[in-house]
Nanobody
Framework: QVQLVESGGGLVQPGGSLRLSCAASGSIFSINVMGWYRQGPGKERELVADISSTGSTNYADSVKGRFTISRDNAKNTVVLQMNSLKPEDTAVYYC????????????????WGQGTQVTVSA
């Protein structure tokens, strides 16, 4: 069984920083794209940033220059470094992987973590 476990959310003042981490566990052979999505109050879930297995990154326009996504393929982890946070960044942040191949040859697609709350407020 594969699990995605997120950590690092919390309350921060505007202009502050937070670091979100997501670790995939289980008998994992490979992971394709890893990413972070968020869902603010009354809003739809949206892509924040993602990163391919080769390191290609993609960011939402609203976070470019402030957030940085990185991953460690050996540890099956993805990190979102969030700087210069704004109140509009307040949301539940979800880790996502588009495809996981297990050591047993099974595939899991569109896999989600449980979410972690980020609140930016004075």
């Amino acid at each position: 069984q594969v699990q995605l476990v997120e950590s690092g959310g919390g309350l921060v003042q505007p202009g502050g920083s937070l670091r979100l981490s997501c670790a995939a566990s289980g008998s994992i052979f490979s992971i394709n794209v890893m990413g972070w999505y968020r869902q603010g109050p009354g809003k739809e879930r949206e892509l924040v940033a993602d990163i391919s297995s080769t390191g290609s990154t993609n960011y939402a326009d609203s976070v470019k220059g402030r957030f940085t996504i990185s991953r460690d393929n050996a540890k099956n982890t993805v990190v979102l470094q969030m700087n210069s946070l704004k109140p509009e960044d307040t949301a539940v942040y979800y880790c996502n992987v588009d495809r996981i191949r297990t050591s047993g040859g099974l595939y899991y697609t569109n896999y989600w973590g449980q979410g972690t709350q980020v609140t930016v407020s004075a």
